[in-house]
């Protein structure tokens, strides 16, 4: 008989909610997945953290659904600003729907672009403090106004605003969980690209686009939308901010050849990152902090959704996030160091301290994310079986995983 899901299943408890529905065998599912009919069960029963990208993925084109449908986005319900970010999706979302730059937008009472643009610049600062509350709450409004503004005489600088953000808003959508908006934000973003026809913002709105797709698991879209970009950004890179753009596009470029697989040319894309990196420096360009520490940040993501922990937890030692004063690439250090000091023999102490400091540096993403709660739950079960773990277990209750 199919079990009746949980109020707030697991990850483990909806594979397996849709296996049976199915009526499928561990062995038959596993077979569809390509891994080991073992790992499956492991990760059914709780005893292995469904917190790999690239695994989930598998395992959702097995069961002929999107990563997202088995992650879900359940949040605490004694975190306000969690809930009040997962209801500020609706909003966002009919906006994007909304928005189309071949009609007219609303023009009553006529946008003041200074004033959009003040409230794209504070926007902008929550989603680098991962406050996706408070940019939820404005994104709205700031999106019907920037495109009732692009019919005003200064249409280049509304469209360019629009551009920032739509990828925004992709941005806090993809990190709540919802990869197919942030694919609807993605497209209005590049929209909004074309119509600049600036290559440097097309090759944002294709790191927006291909940063979608890999987060629906579609990581040949993602790699052949970032590869495409790369080839066209190539002949602008002296521009202002094309160095930059180029070496953030070839991180995706990694990491989707990574989620298919392609290990060396995972690395070799990295390398010409890192290379790129070390002449452009630390840089700030359209609040993307490419350089060195954030090519260190996306090759320990890599490596731990790559199975390779002893490599992440490597560089992990050897980069400091400190580097990059936003909380919305430190969070990502801790977050994905943790998921890799996890699955090393004795240590977990470091990995609970790393998901704490997680939590510190931005509660909003942590408490959203499924896969933070996913490692969480793995070291819970560790814990309870060594009988310790207090601040674990406090952790643990703040994400009301039991």
Do not use: K
């Not at 609706?90 to 009609?103: E, K, P, W």
């Not at 002893?310 to 160091?337: E, H, K, W």
């Amino acid at each position: 008989m199919t079990p009746r899901p949980t109020p707030d299943p697991s990850i483990g408890e909806r594979i397996r909610d849709r296996r049976l529905r199915r009526g499928w065998s561990i062995r038959y599912a596993a077979s569809r997945a390509g891994v080991s009919h073992a790992t499956w069960s492991r990760i059914e029963r709780g005893r292995q953290a469904a917190d790999n990208r690239f695994v989930l993925a598998d395992l959702a084109t097995a069961l002929e659904c999107s990563p997202a449908e088995l992650a879900g986005t359940s949040v605490p319900a004694g975190d306000r600003a969690a809930v009040a970010a997962h209801a500020a999706v609706h909003g966002i979302r009919q906006a994007l729907v909304d928005l189309d730059l071949s009609a007219p937008g609303p023009s009553a009472p006529p946008p003041d672009l200074a004033a959009l643009a003040r409230t794209a610049e504070l926007v902008d600062d929550l989603r680098r403090s991962c406050d996706y509350a408070g940019a939820g709450r404005l994104i709205p409004d700031l999106l019907r106004g920037l495109h009732a503004a692009t019919a005003l005489d200064d249409r280049a600088r509304a469209l360019r605003l629009l551009c920032e953000v739509t990828f925004i808003a992709s941005s806090v959508l993809r990190n709540l969980g919802h990869p197919a908006e942030a694919w609807l934000g993605a497209e209005r973003c590049r929209d909004a690209a074309d119509a600049t026809r600036d290559p440097i913002l097309r090759g944002y709105a294709a790191y927006a686009r291909a940063s979608a797709a890999n987060a629906c698991g579609s990581y040949d879209r993602g790699l052949a939308l970032a590869e495409q970009a790369v080839e066209a950004l190539r002949p602008d890179t002296a521009r202002p901010g094309g160095a930059a753009m180029l070496g953030s596009l070839q991180l995706i470029c990694a990491y989707a050849s990574r989620g298919r697989r392609r290990l060396d040319d995972s690395r070799a894309w990295c390398a010409e990152a890192a290379e790129l990196a070390r002449r452009t420096g630390e840089t700030t360009t359209l609040g993307l902090y490419f350089g060195p520490t954030n090519v260190g940040i996306w090759r320990i993501g890599i490596e731990t959704d790559g199975d390779d922990p002893v490599r992440a937890a490597r560089i992990a030692r050897d980069t400091d996030p400190a580097a990059l004063p936003v909380g919305f690439r430190q969070v990502f250090y801790y977050a994905d160091t943790a998921r890799a000091l996890a699955r090393l023999c004795g240590r977990d102490r470091e990995a609970i301290r790393f998901l704490l400091t997680a939590e510190r540096v931005a509660p909003q993403h942590v408490h959203t994310s499924s896969l933070v709660q996913e490692t969480a739950r793995a070291l819970l079960d560790r814990s309870r079986r060594l009988a310790g773990g207090t601040e674990l277990r406090a952790f643990c209750e703040r994400l009301q995983i039991g």
